[in-house]
Every structure is written in structure tokens, then in C-alpha cells.
């Protein structure tokens, strides 16, 4: 993330790139949905939404907590779109 404050005009025209781990680990800081609100456009790497998919099968049923986690973040994700 950028230092300093992202209040003024030039913050709204920065464009940030994040993959899956920045999700997973923003997601962890409570820091995704200020990341995703606070940047004009957040760009996804290509794969990102089929490994959240694929994380979410694998993981439903022996680790309820990682597929509430995922869902939240494609939830935050839709709302952008």
C-alpha cells in the first residue's frame, strides 16, 4: 500500500493490482474492504476467483471458518463490481 494519506484527489486515480494472497492476507488485517473502497480500481489476478472456488470446496467442510472468510471477500469483491 502507499504511505501517506489517501484522502485527496490523487489517491482516487491510483490503480492496485492484488492476487490471492494479498486478498487472504488483507482479508486478515481487516484491511480488504478499506483497500477495495479506498483505490478507484482494484485490478484481480486472473486466477483469483478460481482458487477462492476451489479453496471453498476444498475446504467446506473440515475448515467452516476459511469458507465464511472467502465468501465475505467475494462478497466485498461483487459489491465493487
Known sequence: MLSGSTDGPDALRVVVGL???????????????????TFRRVVLAPETMTLLLNERRHVRFHQPLRVKEAEEIRALIDQDT
Open 19 to 37: 492476487d490471492i494472497t494479498s486478498l487472504m492476507v488483507l482479508g486478515h488485517l481487516n484491511l480488504l474492504k478499506k483497500t477495495l473502497t
